[in-house]
């Protein structure tokens, strides 16, 4: 079992930064695949980036390519995102997930619980 909790979102203007993390409980973080969603106000959930086990390997949206950058931690059991150049269309919640693959669908095992993320104009 894997509990997730977001943190670091919060409101910033359009080309702010921000850094959110993701705690994770458990002793098998590191074997974990770790993947970031987010879900805008009347929209559907969507895939933002992920990243193996190991940390090796990452993938992104094509909307955040380039903004984004998706990290672990496994010695502090977290998972990070740094969003730069934000816009008023990244504003959504954000969610963690846990997974065995490092995938853009949502199959994943594990999700937390989200973080808002406001981006003003």
């Known amino acids: 079992q894997v509990q997730l909790v977001e943190s670091g979102g919060g409101l910033v203007q359009a080309g702010g930064s921000l850094r959110l993390s993701c705690a994770a409980s458990?002793?098998?973080?590191?074997?974990?695949?770790m993947g970031w969603f987010r879900q805008a106000p009347g929209k559907e959930r969507e895939f933002v980036a992920a990243?193996?086990?190991?940390?090796?390997?990452?993938v992104y949206a094509d909307s955040v390519k380039g903004r984004f950058t998706i990290s672990r931690d496994n010695t502090k059991n977290t998972v990070y995102l740094q969003m730069n150049s934000l816009n008023p269309e990244d504003t959504a919640v954000y969610y963690c997930?846990?997974?065995?693959?490092?995938?853009?669908?949502?199959?994943?095992?594990?999700w937390g619980q989200g973080t808002q993320v406001t981006v003003s104009s």
């Open positions: 990243i193996a086990w190991s940390g090796g390997s990452t």
């Open positions: 997930a846990a997974g065995r693959v490092a995938g853009t669908s949502f199959s994943y095992n594990y």
């Open positions: 458990g002793r098998t973080f590191s074997s974990y695949a």
